[in-house]
């Protein structure tokens, strides 16, 4: 997974640090999302290992523990959110541009889009800021095991909170995909029933559901691996049984793969990013043999 991630990760910077795919605000959005996705991938596994770590009693400093405990699980949270709502962004730059057409402004497009990802970004942190004050680390008292143990722990009305904006988080970019990807359809079956009206709008409509049908299972996809981590954000407690523990490390682990996919989900169905893409591919072939020559 962690290597699936890596090579994900390294593609989607090389395709959108092209300058061409960032003409536009989609662009933009997706440039960011896969240094954030690579940033995900950075603080998961040093998470995996401190906690390796950590039970081998190789790592037992309570100070670092305790940052690791405060800014790891905060910065994933973080994160993850943060790609979910830049996924949301992407659709609704799609929509403008089929709502607007050639008076799309794409200098204008990719101004708002710094601006829309900072506000974003600071929202979310602002949102999450109080799960690091309710963690602390515990030790173990069973004798067997004396590990330390990362925990949280809210007030009847903090767990409220939490619950509210995890499933706030969750559905806004989820619907703000869904909308966006049956507005684009229906508004291209109307534009086309225009231009062509010897077909009806329902072969239209099958025709558009065709041509976008990589956007459709994009979504379905998406929304599919998403599901285990809002499943796991309502799960408290501790497991003691090796079979639920790895049920839950898996499902874990799971809710990571939407923010590793951008290059599958947003770089391979486009023909414009895998023109970059292979543009780019053959320039890093070719200084490689260079260096190799050399």
């Given amino acids: ?52 770590l950590s039970q081998m009693f190789i790592l037992n400093n309570r100070s670092i523990l305790y940052m690791n405990c405060l800014i790891l699980d905060l910065i994933i949270q973080v994160c993850l959110t943060f790609n979910d709502y830049l996924y949301g ?24 889009a710094k601006w829309i990802s900072l506000c974003i970004f600071i929202l979310i942190m602002l949102t999450h800021i109080h799960d690091p004050i309710h963690r602390h680390l515990i030790d173990d008292i069973d004798i067997d095991e004396q590990r330390i ?19 706030f988080h969750f559905l806004v970019p989820l619907l703000i995909n869904i909308i966006s990807t049956i507005y684009i359809i229906i508004s291209m079956a109307r534009t086309r029933l225009t231009i062509q009206p010897r077909l009806t709008f329902k072969e239209h409509l099958q025709l558009q559901l065709k041509k976008h049908q990589s956007h459709l299972i994009a979504l379905c996809t998406l929304v599919f691996l998403a599901l285990p981590r809002l ?24 809710a990571f793969l939407p923010s590793m996919i951008t290059f599958i989900i947003f770089v391979l169905p486009s023909k414009m990013y895998k023109k970059q893409f292979n543009t780019v591919l053959d320039q890093t072939v070719r200084r490689l043999r260079t260096i190799y020559r050399r």
């Fill in 1 to 52: 997974m962690f290597i699936f991630g890596l090579i994900s990760g390294i593609l989607s910077i090389l395709t959108f640090h092209m300058k061409k795919t960032r003409n536009v605000g989609c662009g933009f959005y997706l440039f960011i999302s896969s240094w954030n996705s690579m940033l995900i991938l950075i603080i998961l596994i040093i998470k995996f290992w401190q906690l390796i």
């Fill in 231 to 254: 499943i796991i954000s309502f799960i408290s407690g501790c497991m003691k049984s090796p079979n639920h523990s790895w049920l839950f490390l898996s499902s874990y682990l799971f």
């Fill in 89 to 112: 962004c992407v659709s609704i730059e799609r929509v403008l541009t089929v709502h607007k057409g050639i008076n799309f402004n794409k200098i204008k497009s990719k101004q708002i």
């Fill in 149 to 167: 143990w990362c925990v949280v722990q809210y007030s009847s009305s903090i767990h409220i909170y939490n619950s509210f904006i995890t499933l």
